[in-house]
């Protein structure tokens, strides 16, 4: 997966590898490439190892993998960092009600009774917003 540090944003994934394929299996590999690649291959202008699914998450890996093997391919999967499908759900801050900004953090409370009180990180108001 190379030396570089994951980033928040990515997960472990994979680039499949088409390293050959057996004697005789060329229409279905095309077929089975067809399938997988959004391009059109040419088999005879093929360049191997050819990069058949680059970066992608390790369930389409495995499919993708699995469906050239059956069709008579020699596979290879190479771990890879690879971008998430979907960004993760920013929690809902509420805005300031001073200064407009939605840069705002939960401020310590008094107690379990309290309702709950926010900072602006912008202009450094407190205010407080409902339980709801």
């Known amino acids: ?24 299996r060329e229409r279905e590999i095309a077929e089975a490439l067809g399938t997988i690649s959004t391009r059109p291959v040419d088999l005879d202008e093929l360049k191997l190892p050819f990069v058949a699914l680059p970066k992608v998450t390790l369930e389409k890996a495995e ?25 993760r ?14 840069k705002t953090q939960p401020y310590t409370h008094a107690g379990p009774a309290a309702r709950t009180s926010m900072k602006c990180t912008t202009c450094g108001q407190r205010f407080r917003v409902s339980n709801r």
């Open 1 to 24: 997966m190379g030396e570089r540090p994951r980033r928040h944003d990515e997960i472990k994934g994979a680039t499949v590898l088409l390293t050959g394929w057996s004697q005789g």
């Open 63 to 87: 499919a993708a993998r699995d469906l050239l093997v059956d069709a008579g391919g020699s596979v290879d999967l190479r771990d890879e960092w690879v971008t998430r499908d979907a960004p």
């Open 89 to 102: 759900p920013i929690a809902a801050r509420p805005t300031c009600p001073f200064c407009g900004s939605r």
